[in-house]
């Protein structure tokens, strides 16, 4: 991923925070028939402290997982996302564009074998997505109906080689103008505008903050 220094986040817990608040990801891999993609949800893992996974599952009935075994594949976690006038900044001499955030991460996968640990990792998922709710979902994976279920699907892990956070947030821009931007943001509902601006606005102050304590 092309990523200007102005735009790269490296903080480690910043990026796992967003993987965790945006699991909804698309595996990337190239086949013998080209390049194929997969919308799935993917959960971090490093119980052993030294090897960082992710782990998620698939239905069989989709190659993707037979395909990419053993290969080494891209995940993309898409943030939030907004158009971005070139009215806004308050000054001649700019263009359009477009701010988002997101997180990039290349590994290895590797298909889960063992019935057990393909298991965990749904047990696992399951419980990251239901233990906010209200009234969470329970199961039992000794029920046949359940058991028939785990049958149709391929669970897996992939090794992380590399993790690349881009947070375009009109960085390469003056404050005043970044400040225009997020007042401008502010009064429309369009894409994820404001949220973008809380972003901007939390970059800002960050900004601020820092200059403050300089002085």
Same mark, same amino acid.
């Given at each position: 991923?092309? =990523?200007?220094? !102005?735009?790269?986040?490296?903080?480690?817990?910043? %990026?796992?925070?967003?993987?965790?608040?945006?699991?909804?990801?698309?595996?990337?891999?190239?086949? $013998?028939?080209?390049?194929?993609?997969?919308?799935?949800?993917?959960?971090?893992?490093? /119980? +052993?402290?030294?090897?960082?996974? /992710?782990? &998620?599952?698939?239905?069989?009935?989709?190659?993707?997982?037979?395909?990419?075994? #053993?290969?080494?594949?891209?995940?993309?976690?898409?943030?939030?996302?907004?158009?971005?006038?070139?009215?806004?900044? &308050?000054?001649?001499?700019?263009?359009?564009?477009?701010?988002?955030?997101?997180?990039?991460?290349? &590994?290895? %996968?590797?298909?889960? $074998?063992? #019935?057990? #640990? +393909?298991?965990?990792?749904?047990?696992?998922?399951?419980?990251?997505?239901?233990?906010?709710?209200?009234?969470?979902?329970?199961?039992?994976?000794?029920?046949?109906?359940?058991?028939?279920?785990?049958?149709?699907? !391929?669970?897996?892990? =992939?090794? =992380?080689?590399?993790? $690349?956070?881009?947070?375009? %947030?009109?960085?390469?821009? +003056? /404050?005043?103008?970044?400040?225009?931007?997020?007042? !401008? %943001? +502010?009064?429309?509902?369009?894409?994820?505008?404001? #949220?973008?601006?809380? /972003?901007?606005?939390?970059? =800002?102050?960050?900004?601020?903050?820092?200059?403050?304590?300089?002085?």
């Amino acid at each position: 991923m092309y =990523i200007p220094s !102005a735009f790269n986040v490296q903080d480690k817990q910043i %990026l796992l925070d967003f993987i965790q608040q945006n699991s909804f990801g698309i595996l990337f891999s190239h086949t $013998e028939q080209g390049p194929f993609a997969s919308h799935l949800p993917f959960l971090y893992e490093n /119980l +052993s402290g030294e090897h960082e996974c /992710l782990i &998620g599952h698939m239905a069989k009935a989709n190659p993707h997982w037979r395909d990419a075994n #053993e290969q080494d594949v891209l995940v993309v976690f898409a943030g939030p996302h907004t158009y971005i006038s070139p009215t806004w900044y &308050g000054e001649s001499h700019t263009v359009p564009t477009w701010n988002y955030v997101t997180v990039h991460i290349s &590994g290895k %996968l590797i298909v889960v $074998e063992d #019935e057990k #640990e +393909s298991q965990r990792i749904v047990e696992d998922t399951l419980r990251f997505y239901e233990s906010p709710l209200p009234v969470p979902w329970q199961t039992d994976f000794n029920d046949p109906f359940i058991h028939h279920l785990m049958k149709s699907i !391929a669970s897996f892990k =992939i090794q =992380i080689q590399k993790i $690349e956070g881009k947070w375009k %947030l009109s960085q390469n821009h +003056s /404050l005043i103008r970044q400040q225009n931007v997020v007042s !401008a %943001l +502010s009064q429309v509902n369009q894409y994820d505008s404001q #949220e973008v601006a809380r /972003l901007m606005q939390q970059h =800002i102050e960050s900004i601020r903050s820092k200059k403050e304590k300089d002085v």
